[in-house]
């Protein structure tokens, strides 16, 4: 009853034991402050000093240039479905998306409020189980940015290169890949993500925006969506999520001592392997992804039958491994394993599926 679970949830998902376990002991009184980080003013000494060091752990742990500059937003993910389009669309009122998968097709449908959208490649003819090559994107000049979306969290595809976009502003929604392994920022516009799978518990979302890009915002676009208005506040034009930041400065202190974000990708690649390998021997489940498509980050996999699938998912939940039935979208079985699913909850639902394979065969 009191033992943690290991938790295969898509999101808001696990955060590292030694991260909780530290909020909690700051929880009542925060380093002699006589109060917890939720009473505090954002505006107090002490809460400035976490939120620039946060600040400054991420923009070190990413390599963010200094051309970019990283905004906390609420309103998670989905609110930058729209506010990447309100912000950027408006230098030519055309963008061009990849369509690789639900969310990506969501962020699509958004921006075609306020403007021009074009698909650029579309995966939905084999129901998102591929990504498409970069030969396959049809990316136009007159384009104010390209869109897509790095790991399509429901489909458990990930996308193994940086579109070459010939100087289109290049957008990604990383909500599910971001700080597990490192990036090269400088090739991008925009990138966001909502914290709640790799990062921090639900609450915001974080850009991370080229700073010649701000500026051109729709007319109509609220104060709180304006990139520019976020820069010129440093993300506090009004209160910002003050406990989700305080966790996320926790969470990337826990990340350094992993070895940073090339210590992550080396131990990601594990953990991913193992269980991909196992699927690739196992006569009953199987991988849903192509191959080389698959995400190290959300590993979908199903064993043909339906029923057989539900009572996996039943079974595993009852012997401790949660939330592993797969997207309604999808069906099957989805294994999240973020940055903070110890390699050895991996190891023990691989022998779990081997036991279920024996009885099941
Ligand atoms: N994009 C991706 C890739 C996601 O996985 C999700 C959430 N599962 C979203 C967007 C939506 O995120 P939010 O709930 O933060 O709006």
Redesign the pocket.
Known sequence: FNERIYNFS??PSMLPLPVLEQAAAEMTNYRGSGMSVMEMSHRSKAYLSIFEETKADFKRLLAVPDTHEILFMQ?????Q?AAVPMNLIGTTGKADYANSGN?AN??AKEAKKYGEVRIAASSEDKNHTYIPAQSALKISPDAAYFHY?A????EGTEWKYIPATGGVPLAC?M??NIMSKPVDVSKYGVIYA?V??NMAP?GM?VVILDKKLAGKELAYTPKLMSYQVLLDSDSMHNTPPCYTIYMLGLVLKWLDRQGGLAGMEKIKAERAKILYDYLDGSPLFKGCASPEARSDMNVTFRTGNEELDAKFAKEAAAAGFENLKGHRNVGGMRASIYNAMPTEGVVKLVEFMKNFELKNK
Request: hydrophobic residues 40%.
């Open positions: 898509a999101g309103g998670g993910a989905t609110l479905f969310f969501l962020a979306c790991n399509n969290t429901i929604d909500s599910s909502g709640q799978k639900a979302a």
